[in-house]
């Protein structure tokens, strides 16, 4: 199964861009890239996901690596609410999705 | 209301036990999921539905029974609760098997 990598934790302050980056170096090509947050003592919520081009929608934006070995989570003006773990998944051989331990997002008033 | 809801939101048992674990959603989504997440971990999925009466484990599902008479429901049943089992499930629901899992808000499950 491919596997994903994210940093740990990342802060960013109130009302500015937060880049939150994934390695997946040995993605297959068809497997599409998707992002959930989970926001504290809540279940978690679906953000994004892509395949090769850029995507966007009202939460978010999605760089995809030409080589497909890296994506960027662009959240474009942080805000307090947006405080979560962020996680980037890749489906397994089964097609599922398999959540890891994600990137914790801290925002700073 | 529209959306996905579980019940209990909260449940504490004792050992040996059985628990059933709620699950319904008004989407009419095809597929339902069963995750649980321990403490300071990423969810595990335990068992997974692609339609009525159609049901697959996941990664985790010893000790748990799932089953699906109805689109809408997808109860979750610890036949004998154990400790180890105390954590929080989360029930997802997409239309697409892995675009877009919508999911409740979670039953914190205490087995003492």
């Known amino acids: 199964d491919a596997k994903t990598t994210q940093p740990n934790s990342m802060e960013s302050n109130e009302e500015e861009p937060v880049h939150l980056p994934c390695n997946h170096s040995?993605?297959?090509?068809?497997?599409?890239i998707h992002w959930y947050r989970q926001l504290p003592s809540q279940g978690p919520e679906y953000v994004i996901h892509?395949?090769?081009s850029n995507v966007n929608n009202r939460m978010a934006s999605l760089a995809i690596a030409e080589d497909r070995k890296s994506s960027t989570l662009i959240l474009h003006r942080a805000t307090l609410r947006d405080a979560a773990v962020y996680y980037c998944?890749?489906?397994?051989?089964?097609?599922?999705?398999?959540f890891g331990g994600g990137t914790r997002l801290m925002v700073k008033p | 209301d529209a959306g996905i809801t579980q019940s209990p939101r909260y449940k504490i048992t004792e050992t040996g036990r059985q628990v059933t674990l709620m699950c319904h959603q008004t989407?009419?989504?095809?597929?339902m999921f069963w995750y649980r997440q321990d403490l300071g971990h990423g969810l595990r999925l335990i068992y997974y539905?692609?339609?009525?009466?159609?049901?697959d484990k996941g990664e985790v599902p010893d000790g748990y029974v799932v089953s699906r008479s109805k689109t809408e429901n997808f109860p979750l049943t610890l036949e004998s609760a154990t400790r180890s089992q105390t954590s929080v499930y989360f029930c997802?629901?997409?239309?697409?098997?892995?675009?877009?899992?919508?999911f409740g808000p979670g039953t914190r499950l205490t087995v003492l």
């Open positions: 892509g395949l090769t």
């Open positions: 998944i890749l489906p397994n051989a089964g097609n599922m999705l398999t």
């Open positions: 040995t993605i297959s090509g068809t497997d599409y």
């Open positions: 539905s692609a339609a009525a009466d159609i049901t």
């Open positions: 989407w009419s989504h095809s597929y």
């Open positions: 997802a629901s997409s239309e697409i098997l892995w675009f877009g899992q919508f």
